[in-house]
C-alpha cells in the first residue's frame, strides 16, 4: 500500500488543554476515541510497535483499544494513497479530533488526514510545551543557555520517554545550537535502552557531523554542475557571506521558504551576502521549472548522485548552512530571523 509523508521528521504537535497523566500511569490499557472530520467510511489504521491495527469508520467515528509497555511512536493513516499522522501510544484514555481531506498529488488521489485536536495524552502534553518553549525563545541572545537548560530539566523528568531521543537527535542533527559537548551531557542523562534506535543514530551522526562542518568548521568544498550545466566551485564565494540551501523540486517545505530567501536576497542585495542552491533533484527538468516558476535569480546548483548531501551527513530537507567570507561555519539550518540577524551583525561590524 503506498503511503505519503508530509514532511520528515521534525515533531509533531497538537494542542492539548486537559491535564493528563505521565508515562508512569497506573492504567495498563489505552483506548484512542477519535471523531474524523470529512466524507469518509472506509477504514483507518493505527500502527505502533510492530502493531498494525483497523477498524471501519462508521458515523464519522473511531475507536481504538490495546495496550503497551511504555510510550510509544506511532501513527494513523487511511486506505489507499495517504498521509501518515503520527502520534504517541501511551496507556490512557486518548480522544483525538482529525480532518479528512483528498487532493490530487502526481496525478493521484491522496487521502490526508490531520491531527486537529488530541487530549488524555502526556505525550502530547509535553511534545506541545516544548513547542511552546521553542517558538517563545528561539529569537532571544541567550536563547543557547535558554535551551541547554530546558532540555536539561526537561530529558531528567522524561528520561525514558522516546520524545526526549527525538528532541535530541533534533538539536543535534537538524538545528544543532548547543555545542558537541553539550548535547553529549543530555546524551548521557537519557535511558537510551528506551530510546527508538533510528533517532539515537540520528543524534550519533549529527554530533559527527558537529566535528566535521559544524558551527566554527571549515565547510565542505565541492564542486557542481549550474542550470547550464557548468560546474561551479563553492570556493568561488569566499569573500561573501554565503547562504547554502539545499531543496528540490518535489520538497514542498522547500519551496515555501523560497518567498523567504527572495526577500533575504532583496534586503541584502548591495551587501555581501549572496544565496547558493543546491537540488537534489534526480529529474533535472523539473528541477530547472521549480527554478523559473519560484523566480530564484541566484546560483543554482544540482547534486543529483548525492555526493555533497551524502558527506554532509544531510538525510532531510529544507537544510541550510550559512557560511562566512573565509569559509567558515556560522549556523546550521538557521531560521530566516537568524539568517536575518546574523548577516545584519556581520555586514555592520
Not at 227 to 247: C, E, H, R
Not at 266 to 274: C, G, I, L
Amino acid at each position: 500500500m503506498k503511503h505519503f509523508s508530509l514532511i520528515l521528521l521534525t515533531f509533531f504537535f497538537i494542542s492539548c488543554q486537559e491535564t493528563p497523566k505521565k508515562e508512569s500511569a497506573d492504567d495498563d490499557s489505552f483506548s484512542i476515541v477519535g471523531t474524523l472530520n470529512g466524507d469518509y467510511s472506509d477504514y483507518i489504521y493505527l500502527n505502533y510497535g510492530g502493531i498494525k491495527d483497523s477498524v471501519k469508520v462508521l458515523n464519522n467515528r473511531f475507536e481504538f483499544h490495546g495496550k503497551v509497555e511504555q510510550p510509544t511512536p506511532g501513527s494513523l493513516n487511511l486506505e489507499g494513497y495517504h498521509t501518515v499522522a503520527d502520534l504517541y501510544i501511551e496507556n490512557s484514555a486518548i480522544r483525538i479530533e482529525t480532518d479528512y481531506k483528498q487532493i490530487i498529488n502526481n496525478g493521484e488521489p491522496l487521502n490526508v488526514l490531520l491531527i486537529k485536536d488530541l487530549k488524555g495524552s502526556y505525550s502530547a502534553k509535553i511534545q506541545n510545551e516544548y513547542k511552546a518553549f521553542y517558538q517563545a525563545n528561539q529569537n532571544k541572545d541567550h536563547f543557547k543557555t535558554l535551551l541547554y537548560d530546558k532540555l536539561k530539566l526537561f530529558i531528567e523528568e522524561n528520561k525514558r520517554h522516546p520524545f526526549s531521543g527525538t528532541v535530541l537527535a533534533e538539536n543535534a542533527y537538524i538545528s544543532p545550537v548547543l555545542t558537541k559537548n553539550e548535547l553529549l551531557e543530555l546524551y548521557a542523562l537519557l535511558d537510551t535502552d528506551q530510546q527508538n534506535k533510528l533517532e539515537l543514530d540520528l543524534f550519533k551522526m549529527g554530533i559527527a557531523n558537529l566535528d566535521k562542518y559544524g558551527v566554527n568548521k571549515p565547510f565542505l568544498e565541492f564542486t557542481l554542475p549550474n542550470t547550464k550545466d557548468n560546474n561551479t566551485d563553492i570556493t568561488s564565494f569566499l569573500g561573501k557571506i554565503t547562504l547554502v540551501d539545499f531543496w528540490a523540486s518535489w520538497c514542498r517545505p522547500c519551496r515555501i521558504k523560497h518567498p523567504e530567501l527572495i526577500n533575504l536576497k532583496k534586503k541584502f542585495e548591495a551587501e555581501n551576502f549572496d544565496i547558493v542552491s543546491v537540488s537534489i533533484d534526480s529529474n533535472k527538468k523539473k528541477w530547472l521549472q521549480a527554478i523559473e516558476k519560484d523566480h530564484l535569480n541566484w546560483t543554482n546548483l544540482i547534486d543529483t548522485d548525492k555526493q555533497v548531501t551524502n558527506e554532509l551527513g544531510i538525510h532531510g530537507i529544507p537544510l541550510n548552512y550559512l557560511i562566512d567570507e573565509e569559509g567558515f561555519v556560522l549556523g546550521v539550518n538557521l531560521p530566516i530571523e537568524h539568517i536575518d540577524k546574523i548577516v545584519n551583525e556581520k555586514i555592520n561590524n
